[in-house]
């Protein structure tokens, strides 16, 4: 059996497994989020915060709830990592210095998990577990929460009310990420991640010299990683590494939990506005995207050039032998196609056009289909860009989903596309001005641009997955990539809930002879080309001087 087949095969089996649960999950999550009646921990967690669960928002307190509760946790996180050697089950790591601490911070806070120091070795059990693996869950219960509060948005008739953030995020952890990864978490153990609060294995390597394997809580903080679409690892090899990821298996399994919220919110949106035709219409064109991804990632790294990679029947560098060419490449695309992050091989060594697949991915503002939230809020943004574009066309006001889309609507909408283009053009073209950049890149040229490119495209799309060759530990980098992190994860946010409170104070419009139907395939081709028309007019000079000049070289 040739690697092609194996490959199929194992796409054939990530399909039919995504196809059992797509309808229960997406029917299962509406469910939550539409639910009346409150768990006696959920009401717990109210009376804590002191909110009545049973009233709703507006946008602009439900932004607030998001930011205070963001801000805060930055806070929390960012003292744990400098008080850590007061913290139990630290193993005499000391403190983590205030650059590195701030970076680390925002990156989980904000579901970008970038990882500039080697985790097994800077932090110990506990600012894992209390800090990093806490945020894992409840930044991803932010994205969600924020998705579904546009949705309701678009349900809502003249309310202005978008619901509650505290019960938003409460149930997106209780109902939702907790029983799952719990679930996951076996299933990983079972299949030989490990599970241990020591500190590492003292062995006697083959050179007989002793060495220390390290070792940690892994499988629970793989299974959430993944399934919030992190990405974040306890040890530096992060998905690599056979004790978070021992074989095929388990690695197909990582890419299901990568890539089955997302998904499957498209049927929770379809069950939520009333029409499931909208929900396949966002599922169609994420799967177009993601698998027009793979098959050029594949094709590339499987017909590279040089003789070296001839001789190998591909591009086998910076790959686990355990999963080869087209595992490695799945597992790329979905983990840039999300917001995860998460890596079982290392981007960087990627040919020059399987390289451009991941940082495309990212820049076409990780929508196919994007992180847990983040991906629906994303493209539904863009679906209100198209529907604006083909208002134009007609000379009509545009409307969707029966709101029509006026100035506050586009403007909002706007805001959100444009953010992250901003933070990533801005964040590496500033960069690149340094000369002191040249000192910590590993390449010079093409190559070299792609890796700061890819810095600042994983940081402002949440991402937190590297490039490798550009060392980020000075101090510039730590606070600009934070920064794009803060500003390419709020800003959009903001205006994605501003987007939210403008439809939901309008009333619903009966449809037209002259309303642009958005059930079907015409609207899909609409959508899948905005998506990629926003992205060529905004990034094509800068991958130009990048991986497409490597790949042409």
């Known amino acids: 059996m040739s690697s092609l087949t194996v490959g199929l095969v194992q796409v054939g089996l990530l399909i039919l497994a995504i196809g059992v649960v797509y309808r229960p999950l997406g029917d299962y999550l509406a469910h939550v989020y539409t639910s009346e009646k409150h768990w006696r921990i ?3 967690v109210y009376r804590l915060v002191r909110v009545d669960g049973d009233t709703e928002q507006r946008w602009a307190t439900y932004a ?27 193993f005499g790591r000391g403190s983590v210095e ?16 970038w990882q500039s120091y080697v985790p097994e070795k800077v932090l110990g059990h506990t600012v894992q577990m209390a800090g990093l693996t806490v945020q894992n869950f409840v930044s991803a219960a932010v994205g969600m929460a924020v998705a579904i509060a546009l949705v309701r948005g678009f349900v809502a008739a003249g309310t202005g009310r978008i619901g509650n953030f505290w019960v938003d995020i409460t149930r997106g952890c209780t109902r939702i990420l907790v029983p799952i990864a719990a679930i996951s978490a076996v299933l990983l153990v079972a299949l030989g991640a490990t599970m ?71 049927r929770t949106f379809g069950t939520l506005v009333g029409d499931r035709r909208q929900g396949r219409v966002l599922l169609s064109v994420m799967v177009a995207i993601m698998a027009s991804m793979t098959a050029v990632v594949w094709w590339a790294e499987s017909h590279p050039n040089g003789p070296a990679t001839l001789a190998a029947g591909g591009a086998l560098e910076g790959k686990e032998a355990r999963f080869g060419l087209f595992l490695s490449g799945l597992f790329a695309v979905a983990t840039t196609g999300t917001s995860t992050g998460a ?46 574009l083909a208002g134009l ?18 403007t909002a909408a706007a805001i959100s596309i444009l953010a992250m283009p901003a933070m990533v053009l801005l964040g590496a073209g500033t960069a690149l001005a340094f000369p002191s950049t040249e000192d910590v890149l590993a390449n010079t040229g093409a190559h070299g641009l792609s890796e700061v490119l890819y810095a600042f495209a994983s940081a402002g799309n949440n991402n937190g997955s590297a490039f490798a060759g550009l060392t980020v530990t000075g101090d ?31 009333h619903p419009v009966p449809a ?37 000049a490597e790949a042409l070289a």
């Open 98 to 113: 205030p650059a590195m601490a701030f970076n680390t911070a925002v990156s989980f806070v904000t579901n970008t998990n």
């Open 64 to 90: 607030a709830g998001v930011l205070g509760f963001s801000f805060m946790s930055i806070a929390l996180l960012y003292l744990m990592q400098r008080l850590q050697p007061l913290l139990p089950l630290s």
């Open 512 to 548: 037209t002879a002259g309303t642009l139907p958005t059930g079907g395939p015409l609207f899909a081709g609409l959508l899948g080309g905005t998506i990629i028309l926003v992205a060529a007019l905004t990034f094509l000079p800068a991958l130009a001087l990048g991986p497409i």
């Open 196 to 266: 241990s609060l020591a500190p590492g294995l003292d062995v006697v390597g083959l050179d007989g010299q002793p060495h220390t394997i390290a070792t940690a809580p892994i499988a629970s903080q793989e299974a959430i990683k993944e399934l919030g679409t992190n990405g974040g690892g306890v040890l530096n090899a992060n998905s690599a590494h056979p004790f978070a990821n021992p074989g095929g298996i388990s690695n197909l399994l990582e890419i299901f939990l990568i890539l089955v919220i997302p998904l499957a919110l498209t």
């Open 343 to 388: 890596v079982n091989s290392m981007h960087d060594s990627f040919t020059g056009l399987g390289g451009l697949v991941p940082l495309l991915n990212m820049l076409l503002g990780e929508v196919a289909p994007g992180g847990v939230g983040a991906g629906l809020y994303g493209i539904l943004v863009l679906a209100v860009i198209a529907v604006f």
């Open 42 to 44: 959920e009401k717990a």
């Open 393 to 410: 066309m007609v000379g009509r006001t545009p409307e969707y989903l029966g709101k029509k889309l006026g100035r506050a609507e586009i």
């Open 476 to 506: 510039f980098f730590q606070v600009t990539l934070a920064l794009a992190m803060l500003f390419g994860r709020f800003v959009p946010i903001l205006a994605v809930l501003m987007l939210a409170g403008a439809v939901a104070r309008q």
